[in-house]
């Protein structure tokens, strides 16, 4: 190897000989050699700098580094392999840069990869929203054109008004058009939050969704956008409240049922109604008015249901002339109590009916048929002659067409003989008038005649226009001419009826029969009732299971003036009720629940009690005069009117009877409970109280009366009323004593020195001074004294002192009569 060899040696000098490319290596003992040291040069890729040219004496210099700055015991060899390992690591640093970016550009290109992906997928859902959106619209385009087009087919000739109409349609429709606009926005909006959310992040859904693009919709969310989409085609904006509906408001209606009219849900009427302070359940009734208020509140119009348009069902329609057939006159009797008006029936109709009552007065209203000898049939009404069945008696004439008024010839005209009159003439009916017990020795008819001019009633033997006839019913005297004045009077009124209608009737009496259920005798006033017939009467409701003529016999139909018994009833109606023949059931029952509620509201508006608490409130509440508080129950309605009637009638203004209750049936422990809070006594008008009741009221003391004769409980009501005018007060004489001296007390007065002669003195007592046996005076003791002292009581046989209270005028030989007083109540 020389220098020569083209190999340049290593820049690193030897220490003595400045020869480069030579070492000098020092051996022991001072000997040295020169030796040429060759290196061999490597290729190195290393940075440009470094890759110089061979013999450059420039690109020398730095390989090595400045020799002045080389760390010193740094051989060349040492250098020369750092420098290597620099060059090494320069190398490595370049490769891991190129690797770094090669990396980078992978990321950047995968997240662009992705960035393209979702955007794809969201512009796949936006354009399938698109595609439904349009499909939507585009069907309600077709709906509403389809709609205009049968609304124009409907109205051949559309009016100015309603093409104007027309044209401000769209003006209307724009707002949910914005609206839909707003929230297409709003949507758009939200899918880009919830895609910027999820970006980076594939989740399952995504995954799985992959190809279809989108994720994966809910159930409900499906749900909610076909309802849209159906909301759309049906032309309707998605607000709720568009559609205004009348909505029939009765009365009363339950919540739910409003909710249903309205056709909202019922969730929202009950919180509807809460808000308005209502706390109400969808099984609760409320009234018109709060309903009116809910109805409004839901942007619905309310069209109130009155009772007419209930009762619309019931035929109304006037009987054409031809129609109308001759009817049998209806006939009531009356007069007063006594005067025959059962023997004057039973004489016509040769069937003793008074024999069956109870103390021989007629006690319901019965209604009979009876054909004359002539072939003429009469309808008998016969009313009682007792006072207390005056208000039944006003009914009876609102159906009759002829008043008897029964007179009889030895007793004149009575007061109730003038009711009768009054009667008749309020109801405008015509009088007969029959002059009855003419067979009597000190019959009198023409008395009778004069007394009946008093009252406006001219007989026609005095000259007026009044029918009369003298009968008698025991012999039957005079009682064709009776039968004839009728038959006259019937032609005169010429009393018509169309008997090929629906029926209507009266009732004349009704009652709750153990057996046969509540049964209801009525009288037809028009049309034919037949055993079938569904019929409302009064707030009750049935259908004719059966019927039953006077005679007792089963009919199928029954005309005009024909009085029927009528079985198949769901409740006892009142007296004096009008039963109407209806076509279903549901009407029947429809009209009675409406009469019902309506008599509840009318009660109740009206102050009567309900329920039995506001009974009990309402008979312990008035406290102003003294009552004598009672419960009526009869065996049927009209007995327990006239129990009522008769009840009321007694008293003054210092007591009153005060009926609690009335009612028709058996007494119960209803009744016990009322009777019992309000310290009443029950009286049982021919019916008993049940086995419950009765134990009940034993138990708690409640006093039961039963009675079969109203003059009876009349005069025992009387007695007890009478009686509550003032607690009865009895006195107790519990001594006397004789004055044997009188002595003057300086600031007492006079003192009486006495002996008691019999019983007691006490202090306390009340005292009276007899002076031959004439009461002087009444008062109480000042003092009593035995000797010294103040005692309460002295006995017999002992003497004492006493002195009277602001009374001086005493007397030796005077008595004085010592008594308490106990005050006595009284009871029924
Ligand atoms: N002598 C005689 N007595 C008669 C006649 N009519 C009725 N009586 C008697 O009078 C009494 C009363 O007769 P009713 O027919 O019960 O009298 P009423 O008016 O129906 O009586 P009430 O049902 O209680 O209202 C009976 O005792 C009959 O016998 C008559 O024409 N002559």
Not at 161 to 171: G, L, S, T
Not at 172 to 195: F, G, I, L, S, W
Request: hydrophobic share 40%; net charge neutral; with cysteine.
């Amino acid at each position: 190897m020389s220098d020569n060899d083209g190999k340049k040696p290593l820049g690193v000098r030897g220490s003595g000989s400045g020869r480069p490319g030579q070492v000098k290596q020092s051996f022991s003992h001072g000997r040295t050699k020169n030796v040429v040291v060759e290196t061999k040069r490597k290729r190195v890729v290393a940075p440009k700098p470094v890759a110089a040219k061979p013999g450059d004496a420039a690109a020398a210099a730095p390989r090595g580094g400045d020799p002045r700055k080389r760390p010193a015991g740094i051989t060349d060899a040492e250098l020369d392999r750092r420098m290597k390992a620099l060059a090494a690591a320069r190398a490595r640093e370049a490769d891991e840069a190129i690797q770094r970016e090669a990396e980078e550009k992978a990321r950047a290109e995968e997240r662009e990869r992705r960035r393209a992906e979702i955007e794809a997928k969201e512009r796949e859902e936006r354009e399938r929203e698109e595609a439904l959106k349009a499909k939507a619209d585009e069907d309600a385009r077709r709906l509403r054109e389809e709609q205009e087009a049968r609304t124009r087919a409907a109205e051949p000739q559309p009016s100015p008004a309603d093409a104007q109409a027309r044209e401000q349609k769209p003006a209307k429709a724009a707002p949910p058009r914005e609206r839909d606009a707003r929230d297409k926005d709003r949507n758009a909006k939200t899918t880009k939050v919830d895609d910027k959310r999820r970006a980076g992040k594939l989740t399952v859904n995504q995954a799985l969704a992959g190809g279809e693009g989108g994720r994966q919709r809910s159930m409900a969310s499906m749900r909610r956008q076909q309802e849209r989409a159906r909301k759309k085609a049906m032309g309707q904006p998605q607000e709720r409240e568009k559609v205004r509906r009348d909505v029939q408001l009765p009365e009363a209606i339950v919540v739910s049922e409003l909710a249903n009219r309205m056709a909202e849900r019922v969730a929202d009427v009950v919180k509807a109604l809460m808000q308005n302070g209502i706390m109400a359940t969808q099984t609760q009734t409320i009234d018109a008015d709060t309903a009116e208020l809910i109805i409004e509140e839901f942007g619905h119009r309310v069209v109130r249901v009155s009772a007419s348009d209930v009762e619309d069902v019931i035929q109304q329609t006037e009987d054409a002339p031809e129609d109308l057939k001759p009817r049998a006159p209806v006939i009531a009797i009356m007069g007063h109590v006594d005067h025959g008006k059962t023997s004057i029936l039973d004489a016509i109709r040769k069937a003793r009916v008074s024999h069956g009552e109870a103390g021989g007065i007629t006690q319901h209203i019965g209604a009979y048929q009876v054909e004359t000898e002539g072939g003429a049939t009469l309808t008998f009404l016969d009313t009682p002659g007792h006072a207390a069945f005056t208000s039944m008696r006003a009914r009876g004439a609102q159906v009759t067409d002829i008043v008897i008024l029964v007179v009889a010839a030895d007793d004149s005209v009575m007061p109730q003989t003038v009711e009768a009159i009054a009667h008749a003439k309020a109801a405008g009916v015509p009088m007969i008038v029959a002059i009855n017990k003419i067979d009597k020795h000190d019959a009198d008819p023409d008395k009778t005649r004069t007394s009946l001019l008093q009252h406006e009633v001219i007989v026609e033997k005095m000259s007026g226009d009044v029918q009369d006839v003298e009968v008698s019913a025991l012999t039957g005297q005079g009682l064709p001419e009776l039968l004839e004045a009728i038959a006259l009077q019937s032609e005169i009124l010429e009393l018509r009826a169309n008997p090929d209608r629906q029926a209507q009737a009266a009732v004349i009496e009704a009652k709750l029969d153990v057996g046969r259920g509540p049964v209801a005798t009525v009288l037809i006033q028009n049309g034919t009732l037949r055993q079938g017939d569904i019929f409302v009467v009064g707030e009750q409701w049935g259908k004719v299971r059966a019927m039953e003529n006077d005679r007792g016999e089963r009919v199928k139909e029954a005309g005009p003036s024909v009085p029927v018994e009528v079985l198949g009833l769901n409740g006892t109606p009142e007296a004096g009720d009008v039963l109407n023949v209806v076509s279903t059931e549901a009407q029947a029952r429809e009209i009675a629940e409406y009469r019902q509620n309506a008599a509840r509201d009318k009660r109740a508006a009206a102050g009567a009690a309900t329920t039995l608490e506001q009974m009990m409130a309402k008979a312990k509440a008035d406290q102003s005069v003294a009552e004598l508080p009672i419960v009526v129950k009869a065996d049927v309605q009209g007995s327990a009117e006239a129990i009522v009637q008769a009840m009321e009638k007694i008293g003054n203004d210092e007591v009153r009877v005060r009926v609690l209750h009335s009612g028709v049936g058996a007494i119960t422990e209803t009744d016990v409970g009322l009777a019992e809070a309000s310290n009443a006594p029950i009286i049982g008008f021919n019916v008993r109280a049940n086995a419950s009741a009765r134990a009940t009221a034993n138990q708690k003391s409640v006093e039961i009366r039963y009675y079969s004769i109203i003059y009876d409980l009349v005069d025992d009501v009387k007695a007890a009323a009478s009686g509550l005018l003032s607690n009865e007060v009895r006195e107790h004489f519990i001594g006397y004593a004789q004055i044997k001296e009188v002595f003057k007390v300086t600031k007492v007065g006079n003192v009486a020195g006495c002996i008691v002669t019999e019983g007691v003195a006490r202090r306390s007592a009340g005292v009276r001074l007899l002076r031959d046996d004439v009461v002087i005076h009444e008062g109480t003791l000042k003092t009593l004294k035995r000797f010294k002292d103040e005692v309460n009581e002295v006995i017999s046989g002992q003497e004492c002192g006493m002195a009277f209270e602001r009374y001086d005028d005493i007397r030796v030989g005077d008595v004085i009569e010592i008594f308490t007083r106990e005050e006595v109540e009284r009871s029924l």
